[in-house]
T-cell receptor, first 114, second 113 residues
Framework: DAGVIQSPRHEVTEMGQEVTLRCKPISGHNSLFWYRQTMMRGLELLIYFNNNVPIDDSGMPEDRFSAKMPNASFSTLKIQPSEPRDSAVYFC????????????FGPGTRLTVL | AQSVTQPDIHITVSEGASLELRCNYSYGATPYLFWYVQSPGQGLQLLLKYFSGDTLVQGIKGFEAEFKRSQSSFNLRKPSVHWSDAAEYFCAVGPLNTDKLIFGTGTRLQVFP
């Protein structure tokens, strides 16, 4: 099993540019989670999907952030326009769908906004 | 509101020494409890989880954790630490009425030879 795949692994962009992060969950998993990790705020859940439907987006910081899951094997997290304070490591995780199921994390995307 | 507290930001131990990482939670009922480990530059990996039953839970890599309801704690232990255990450790709770996890701020473990 390839595990959760995220791309790109590193992204450096300038303030004001659009950034798109991509995630391919483990095949057969029904839930997908987007997290952000920073030194100041730790690991925060941004949004999660179940069966491709957004269930809880209360962690999305503001309207500049959006996430989609057009099918069971692909999700995107978009930031438009990006700001320096968005610099962080963004993780995608997937699970079978119950809280008791293990969440499997991808390697993360390190985003730097200059 | 539900919360998770990991009081120790950074712990240093010698290889071969025992380890205990603390985790306290605040929640009205007993939530689901998890410990994850993050090695440098990598994503998080589940070490163990507790839902109910035996309060002493065994996990991977020789780790165990004990749930203590009276103390609202779920501390992680290992009898003998290896240099490869150097990483950041996260405690997380899963409230019963939701699928999402709430993570603590993490404890960074450093192991000296």
């Amino acid at each position: 099993d390839a595990g959760v795949i995220q791309s790109p692994r590193h992204e450096v962009t300038e303030m004001g540019q659009e950034v798109t992060l991509r995630c391919k969950p483990i095949s057969g998993h029904n839930s997908l989670f987007w997290y952000r990790q920073t030194m100041m705020r730790g690991l925060e859940l941004l949004i999660y999907f179940n069966n491709n439907v957004p269930i809880d987006d209360s962690g999305m910081p503001e309207d500049r952030f959006s996430a989609k899951m057009p099918n069971a094997s692909f999700s995107t997290l978009k930031i438009q326009p990006s700001e320096p304070r968005d610099s962080a490591v963004y993780f995608c995780a997937s699970s079978l769908g119950q809280i008791t199921d293990t969440q499997y994390f991808g390697p993360g995307t390190r985003l730097t906004v200059l | 509101a539900q919360s998770v507290t990991q009081p120790d930001i950074h712990i240093t131990v010698s290889e071969g020494a025992s380890l205990e990482l603390r985790c306290n939670y605040s929640y009205g009922a007993t939530p689901y409890l998890f410990w994850y480990v993050q090695s440098p530059g990598q994503g998080l990996q589940l070490l163990l989880k507790y839902f109910s039953g035996d309060t002493l839970v065994q996990g991977i890599k020789g780790f165990e954790a004990e749930f203590k309801r009276s103390q609202s704690s779920f501390n992680l232990r290992k009898p003998s630490v290896h240099w490869s255990d150097a990483a950041e450790y996260f405690c997380a709770v899963g409230p019963l009425n939701t699928d999402k996890l709430i993570f603590g701020t993490g404890t960074r473990l450093q192991v000296f030879p």
